[in-house]
């Protein structure tokens, strides 16, 4: 009968993970079936699919090593032609688990301008030592420190994966982005693309520090300006969106997720033709937008498996988590607590945690919810493959006009945005 299904049997019983070398080829598929990031589900194929060899080579080809299968688990296994059992831990959730852990001491930055000489002063020198970060592992290429700095090298420094730093020399890596950014040697040509590089690299700082310290009402009240900022440097053309956007070869870090979501939104709102002071305020509550997630357990959060039904109810309460920590700052819009609060709701009412339908669900929710998603299908994760944007759209377009998740007017302008952001 082939390899044996496991599931926990605590969790949801649902959507079950299921290898794609257990479908069966050549039949309807008699449930509905969906892939999996995070805590968010996208359909991937409608229930009596019929199931063929192409698929799966497609699905391979992709890099889909397991879906989910919506239905009851007994049905499943007659389907599957054996029982589903319980899962041992195993070693590559051991090994994420870890790299969960040791990830919280790094820091990820910009690798071009460390690696593009257009966009680094000839001779620099930085006093921070600097890690790939690839196969779950951060590697030093590079060791500097205060007394001991290392000058860039003519054609910068060859790394293939993301480059990441300590923690501990964050503000290390503020005093060279303030140094580059305001000396007369930088090269006219750049300083708008280093202008925006430098713009995102500071709010994720300040983003990371707010998700670790989100009872400081101080960091908290810098997002404000820092959107601000943001906004006018978008609308009035001064930067290029896309210089403001993180590109990730591994993972996903909070913090990149949350300009990326940022930087969407406005765009987004833009498009739709929102005025520049209710963009604002959506993009404080899009840089804002997981904040809740600081009240969840890091093994919850960083959960290489399927999530028990506990573990998805307690995720499920960080938009609720996030509203509640944000709504006694007087720097924060209430209109901005709109995207925290509904960033996951669907207009079909499956989302969570309200399970808005239709017309309750406003415009900040309608984009915040586009945006996420959107951002979240295009980056990778340690055993799971990206989509193209291309790919994502496609993904997003069938949400809207099979299930009716997503509002399709938004999605048409998001289809722009993400043309314009590709656009060379």
Known sequence: MGERIFVNKLQTPERI????????VGLAIPFDVYTRDGEMYSHLFPKWTHFSDAM??????????TVYIEGDVSRIEMYLGHKIEEAPQSEEQNRFSAYSRKKQNYHQIEKTLLVDKSLFIPHSRITFSLFEVGNMAFTQVV?????????????GFRVKG????RIEDVALYQDYLHAMLSSPALPAEVKRKSRAIGMKENSKIMIREVLSSPTDLEKISQVAGAVGAMTEAVLNNEVDARDLMSLRNHDLYTYTHSINVTVLSISLAATLGLPQEQ???????????????????AEVLN?????????????QQHPVEGVRMLEGNAEIPKESLLAVLQHHEKLNGAGYPLRLRGNKITAFGRIAALTDCYDALTTPRPYRYSHTPYMALSLLTRETSEREEFDPEYLKALVKVVADLSAE
């Open 17 to 24: 993970p299921i290898p794609i070398s257990q479908l069966l």
């Open 56 to 65: 799966l080579k497609n699905l391979q080809q992709l890099g889909i090593e």
């Open 143 to 155: 060791e500097a420190s205060v007394n001991r700095p290392v000058q860039i090298p003519p054609h």
């Open 162 to 165: 993301d480059l990441a730093i």
């Open 279 to 297: 963009i604002e305020k959506l993009g404080i509550g899009a840089m804002l937008h997981d904040i809740g997630k600081s009240t969840i357990p």
């Open 303 to 315: 959960k290489q498996g399927q999530l028990s039904e506990e573990e998805f109810r307690l995720m």
